[in-house]
C-alpha cells in the first residue's frame, strides 16, 4: 500500500508539471533567484537550453553587467541538477511542480547557497549581430559586428573597435558592453585577438604593434561599411589595450572621434613592470620598510634592463639568489631562465605611450581603479593628464573608482556597515564598481549622439519624442532618487516603441538650457515637417524638466496640430509663465499628491490651442510617477498621440 501511494503521488506531480523531475524538459527554460552567503545575496539569472541534446546554461549576472560568459554543460542524475559556476559547481535539488530548484555551491565555508525560480524571460532590447572577418596582412582576425535594430535607430551608426589587454583574448569578453552599446544606438567591432579564437596568426611571437596594426585594420574595416559613419569611429582599450589604442591613435588614417581607456597606462613598460611589483607589495599588509621597497625595485630594474637589452643575465641571476629569501620575493619576477615569460613579454613590448599620447587630441576618457596593482593610478592618471595637456587636448577625464581591482570591479570582501557598536558586518559580493557603465555610455553619448529617427524620415510613421526629467542630466542614465527610486528612462522609451511610436530622445547634458534645447527639439520637428510628415503624427512628451521644453517647443512651433503632453510639468514660477504660449493639441497629465499640478494657469493665456485635456492621477506616489512606465499616465498619452 505505501509503494502505491508513493508511485501516485510522484506520478500526480510529474502530471502537474507536465514533465518528470529527472527530465531535461523540467529544466529548459529561463530562471531567476540568487546565491546567498551568510544572509547576503548575489542576483543570478539562467537560461537553460537544450543545444543539440546536451543541457547548456547561460547564467547572467546583473552586478557584473558587461561581461557575457559562454555557456556551461549542466547534468540531470537522480532529481539533482550541476553544472558549474564561477564559484563551484552547484547541485541542485529540483521541485518541478513549483518552478523552484535550490542546492549549495562548491564546498566553502560559510556555505553558499543557491535558490532559483522558474521565470518569465523579459523581453530584451534586440541587436543586430554579423560574423565578419578583417585582414592584417597574413593574418585573419574574426570577430562579431553588434549593431543597432535597424527599427530602433537608423543608420550609420557611430561605431567602437575594442581593443583587447594582455593575454590569448577572444571577443566574448567584449560582448556584453557592445549589446549595451548597441541597444543605445551605437554599433562595436569585437574581435577574437590575433592567434585566440578563430583569428589566425601567432600570439606568442607577436607585439604591441601587431596588435595595434590589427586594430588599424579593424579601424578600415569599419569605414568601408556603409552601416558605419566613418566620422564616429572610436577606440576603446583595455588594460595593455590602452599602449595599443595610443599606437593606433597617432597612425590610423581613419579619424578618431574619441577613444577610452580601462586602466589604461601612461607609463613606459619598464616602469609599468616595476610599479606592479611595488604596489602589489603596499596592498599585501605587509609593514615593509624603505629599504625593502627600494631593493625590491632595484631587482625588478634588473629584470627590465635584462628584457630590454639582452644585457645582464649574469647579474640578474645573483639578484634572483639574493631576493629568494626576502620577504618581498614573491612579488617580484624571479627568472630561472633566459626565456622566462614576463622577459618575452616585455622584449616584445618596449614601449613608452609617452611621445604618442602628446600627440593625441581627440575627446579622451580614461578610467582607473582606486585598488588596481597593475596600473596604479598614482602612477598612471596625473601622468595621462599632463601628456593630454602638453598635446592641447581640451576633452580629456579621469577617473578613479575607489577600490576597484584591474578588471573595474569590487572584489567580494566583508566589509563594515555604519560605526554601531558590535560591529555590523555584510559579505560584498564582487561586483563592477558602481558607476563605470552609466559614466561611460553618458560620456561617449554625449560626445557621438546617436542618430535619431529625424535623420532618415518615415512620412507614414508617427513619432514620439520623449523629454526626459533633471534628475538623468544630474544622475546618469538610470538614477536613483531617495523617496521616487530608480528613473526607468531605458523602459520607458522600449514602451512607446513597443507602442509603434518611431522613438526620438537622448541623455540631456547636465544644466541643459530649456530655451536653447526647446530650440533645438523645435528645429528637429521642422525637419519632420519639411520632409511631409503629417503634423498630427508628430507628439512631443515632456517630463518635469522635459515638460518645460515641451510648452516651450509648443511656443516656438506655433502649429496648431502637433501634439504635446505635459508631465508633472505646471509647478513654475510666474517668470517662466511669461514665456509660455502654448499652440497646437495639449495633453496635461498630473498626479494629486505631486507639487507639481494643474496647467489651467499656461492655459488661460494660450492664444494658440486647438484642443486641450487634463488628466488627474491618484497613484499617491507624488512626482515619483513619471519614474517608471505605468499605464495611468501612458494609455492616456498613447491614445493623445494617436488622435486625428
Known amino acids: 500500500m505505501k509503494k502505491g501511494t508513493s508511485f501516485c503521488s510522484v506520478l500526480l506531480l510529474c502530471l502537474m508539471a507536465f514533465v518528470c523531475p529527472g527530465s531535461q524538459d523540467s529544466i529548459v527554460g ?7 552567503r551568510e544572509g547576503a545575496v548575489q542576483i543570478i539569472r539562467i537560461d537553460f537550453f537544450d543545444d543539440a541534446g546536451t543541457l547548456k546554461a547561460r547564467i547572467e549576472t546583473p552586478d557584473l553587467v558587461t561581461s557575457e560568459p559562454p555557456p556551461v554543460s549542466a547534468t540531470i542524475e537522480n532529481g539533482k541538477l550541476q553544472f558549474d559556476t564561477a564559484f563551484g559547481k552547484a547541485t541542485l535539488t529540483i521541485d518541478p511542480g513549483m ?5 549549495s555551491v562548491g564546498d566553502t565555508t560559510p556555505p553558499l547557497r543557491i535558490h532559483l525560480k522558474r521565470a518569465f524571460k523579459p523581453v530584451e532590447v534586440a541587436v543586430r549581430t554579423e560574423e565578419v572577418q578583417f585582414r592584417n596582412g597574413e593574418v585573419m582576425l574574426s570577430g562579431t559586428l553588434v549593431m543597432p ?7 550609420p551608426y557611430a561605431a567602437v573597435v575594442w581593443i583587447h589587454g594582455r593575454g590569448k583574448a577572444t571577443r566574448s569578453g567584449f560582448r556584453g558592453f557592445a549589446r549595451i552599446l548597441a541597444q543605445r544606438g551605437v554599433a562595436s567591432l569585437i574581435y577574437d585577438k590575433r592567434g585566440a579564437g578563430a583569428s589566425t596568426g601567432d600570439h606568442d611571437k607577436s607585439g604591441m604593434y601587431d596588435f595595434a596594426g590589427d586594430a588599424l585594420a579593424g579601424l578600415a574595416f569599419l569605414a568601408t561599411r556603409p ?5 564616429r569611429i572610436g577606440l576603446h582599450g583595455t588594460s595593455a589595450g590602452g599602449w595599443v589604442a595610443a599606437i593606433v ?3 590610423t588614417k581613419i579619424p578618431l572621434a574619441f577613444i577610452i581607456t580601462s586602466v589604461g597606462p601612461a607609463d613606459s613598460v619598464r616602469d609599468q613592470q616595476i610599479h606592479v611589483a611595488e604596489y602589489s607589495m603596499r596592498q599585501s599588509g605587509i609593514d615593509f620598510t624603505q629599504a625593502e621597497y627600494a631593493a625590491a625595485a632595484a631587482h625588478m630594474g634588473l629584470v627590465q634592463d635584462f628584457a630590454y637589452t639582452n644585457k645582464g643575465w649574469e647579474a640578474l641571476r645573483a639578484s634572483v639568489i639574493k631576493a629568494k629569501p626576502t620577504r618581498w620575493a614573491r612579488f617580484v619576477d624571479l627568472p630561472e631562465s633566459e626565456s622566462y615569460e614576463d622577459i618575452t613579454w616585455v622584449r616584445l613590448n618596449q614601449y613608452d605611450p609617452g611621445p604618442d599620447l602628446r600627440k593625441i587630441t581627440v575627446p579622451f576618457l580614461a578610467l582607473y581603479g582606486g585598488s588596481d596593482y597593475v596600473v596604479p593610478p598614482e602612477e598612471n592618471a596625473k601622468k595621462l593628464e599632463r601628456y593630454l595637456t602638453q598635446a592641447g587636448n581640451r576633452d580629456f577625464k579621469t577617473i578613479t573608482f575607489p577600490g576597484a581591482d584591474h578588471g573595474l570591479a569590487i572584489p567580494g570582501q566583508l566589509r563594515r556597515v555604519g560605526s554601531d557598536q558590535p560591529e555590523k558586518y555584510y559579505w560584498l559580493w564582487r561586483k563592477r564598481a558602481p558607476g563605470v557603465v552609466e559614466t561611460t555610455i553618458d560620456w561617449l553619448l554625449q560626445r557621438i549622439q546617436p542618430k535619431t529617427a529625424v535623420e532618415k524620415t518615415k512620412t507614414n510613421a508617427r513619432y514620439l519624442f520623449y523629454l526626459h526629467g533633471r534628475i538623468i542630466e544630474d544622475r546618469g542614465m538610470r538614477p536613483t532618487h531617495e523617496r521616487n527610486g530608480v528613473y526607468e528612462y531605458e523602459q520607458i522609451l522600449e514602451t512607446f516603441r513597443r507602442e509603434g511610436f518611431e522613438v526620438i530622445s537622448e541623455a540631456r547634458k547636465k544644466d541643459t538650457d530649456v530655451e536653447v534645447y526647446a530650440a533645438k527639439v523645435a528645429e528637429e520637428v521642422r525637419g519632420l515637417l519639411g520632409a511631409d510628415v503629417s503634423p498630427h503624427k508628430i507628439t ?6 522635459g515638460a518645460f521644453i515641451t510648452m516651450l517647443a509648443s511656443t516656438y512651433l506655433k502649429n496648431k496640430d502637433i501634439n504635446f503632453v505635459v508631465l508633472a510639468g505646471c509647478a513654475a514660477d510666474d517668470s517662466f509663465l511669461r514665456l509660455v504660449d502654448l499652440h497646437g493639441r495639449v495633453l496635461s497629465v498630473y498626479e494629486r499628491s505631486d507639487v507639481a499640478g494643474s496647467c489651467h494657469k499656461f492655459r488661460s493665456d494660450a492664444t494658440g490651442l486647438s484642443s486641450y485635456h487634463e488628466v488627474e492621477l491618484k497613484t499617491g506616489l507624488g512626482h515619483g510617477f513619471i519614474f517608471r512606465p505605468m499605464k495611468e ?7 493623445w498621440a494617436r488622435m486625428k
Open 227 to 231: 552601416e558605419i559613419d566613418g566620422q
Open 540 to 545: 512631443i512628451v515632456g517630463a518635469s524638466k
Open 30 to 36: 529561463y530562471w531567476q533567484g540568487a546565491l546567498m
Open 149 to 155: 535594430e535597424l527599427t530602433r535607430a537608423p543608420a
Open 633 to 639: 499616465w501612458v494609455d492616456p498619452v498613447v491614445s
Open 99 to 103: 518552478g523552484e530548484m535550490m542546492g
Open 249 to 251: 591613435a597617432t597612425r
